[in-house]
């Protein structure tokens, strides 16, 4: 993983190195204090849900595409409950180029999302710059904006009963805030929000609703040949349930990983990561144990394979 390097004087002297380690604290107890409270979130549906988050992380939280200053470029798709007629179907695509010089940069955010007849499609764009604390360890910060479409066919349905003789088709404008600390190659923490929808009316017979997340990662080393990739996420949308993920990866010689998640609602997936030269080929396969719905066992069969492109190489975090 690309480093840049720094002359000793170019250090900010204007911040001690108590504020430093007051804030790793922090950020440490925060993760803890989120793990320890997982299984006593309550089960519930939720929109908002992807695997492969600790790989890409740049598209949960745009403001740490400022590790990624020489360019990176990812797409994540998501096949869930496969066989199902009309199942939901995501696919999901983020880049952005850099300005090492400013630690500034800049990128798109492209998503599209089918569940039988409605479709929604989100197109933005941000910019982030990141503040060198120390040598190693940065605050980043990122602002952009775009535009969510929703549709609905639902004439598709049955044309000629009256409930579904009238398509939707609704357009809104949003922004987009995020930011992060993290200390190159080894881990990070970062709260966003990229989706704060704008002129909001309970007049609109689609209400398009804003999304949070808290994302963190590290990578542990065991040897020279084994490394440990933990990660978390938070997701949670207006008026739904948070839900909570843990994953955690082991990699032999950085270019093989394997791994299992764990989220609040009940499903398991499996993982694995296969590394070369500048891209890294992800593939999950999630399944719930037992439906607490139903109450009854079944296979979800849900699927997604990420690809992530970095210049200068993949790394593992």
């Known amino acids: 993983m690309w480093s840049p390097t720094y002359?000793?004087?170019?250090?900010?002297?204007?911040?001690p190195?108590?504020?430093?380690?007051?804030?790793?604290?922090?950020?440490?107890?925060?993760?803890i204090g989120a793990i320890v409270f997982l299984p006593f979130c309550s089960i519930a549906q939720h929109g908002v849900s992807y695997n492969q988050f600790g790989q890409l992380?740049?598209?949960?939280?745009?403001?740490?595409?400022?590790?990624?200053?020489?360019?990176?470029?990812?797409?994540?798709?998501?096949s869930q409950w496969a066989g199902v007629d009309g199942a939901p179907k995501s696919v999901w695509i983020n880049g952005n180029i850099g300005f090492q010089n400013a630690r500034l940069s800049?990128?798109?955010?492209?998503?599209?999302?089918?569940?039988?007849?409605?479709?929604?499609?989100e197109l933005s764009a941000f910019v982030a710059k990141a503040?060198?604390?120390?040598?190693?360890?940065?605050?980043s910060l990122s602002m952009g904006g775009g535009l969510i479409n929703f549709?609905?066919?639902?004439?598709h349905l049955d044309a000629e009963d009256p409930a579904f003789r009238n398509n939707l088709n609704e357009s809104n404008g949003f922004l987009s805030i995020s930011t992060s600390y993290y200390r190159e190659g080894r881990y990070y923490a970062g709260v966003s929000m990229p989706r704060f929808s704008l002129n909001r009316s309970k007049?609109?017979?689609?209400?398009?609703?804003?999304?949070?997340?808290?994302?963190?990662?590290a990578i542990f080393t065991l040897d020279e040949s084994f490394h440990l990739r933990p990660s978390f996420l938070v997701s949670h949308m207006d008026d739904m349930t948070p839900r909570y993920d843990v994953s955690v990866l082991a990699f032999v010689n950085r270019k093989f990983g394997l791994g299992m998640g764990v989220q609040n609602q009940g499903d398991l997936s499996a993982l694995m990561q296969l590394n070369?030269?500048?891209?890294?080929?992800?593939?999950?396969?999630?399944?719930?144990?037992?439906?607490?719905?139903?109450?009854?066992?079944?296979?979800?069969n849900t699927h997604e394979v990420g690809l992530r492109y970095r210049v200068g190489g993949i790394g593992l975090l």
């Open 106 to 121: 800049i990128g798109i955010d492209a998503k599209h999302a089918a569940l039988g007849v409605v479709k929604e499609n």
């Open 17 to 31: 190195l108590s504020k430093y380690t007051n804030m790793k604290k922090i950020i440490i107890n925060l993760c």
């Open 203 to 217: 007049n609109r017979e689609y209400e398009f609703k804003n999304v949070y997340y808290i994302t963190a990662g």
């Open 276 to 300: 070369f030269g500048n891209f890294g080929l992800g593939y999950s396969y999630q399944f719930s144990p037992k439906s607490p719905t139903l109450n009854q066992r079944l296979s979800t």
């Open 57 to 78: 992380r740049n598209a949960f939280n745009s403001s740490l595409s400022t590790m990624d200053l020489q360019g990176s470029f990812s797409t994540l798709g998501r």
């Open 151 to 155: 549709r609905g066919n639902y004439n």
């Open 7 to 15: 002359k000793n004087d170019d250090r900010p002297l204007w911040l």
């Open 131 to 139: 503040v060198r604390l120390s040598e190693d360890e940065y605050l």
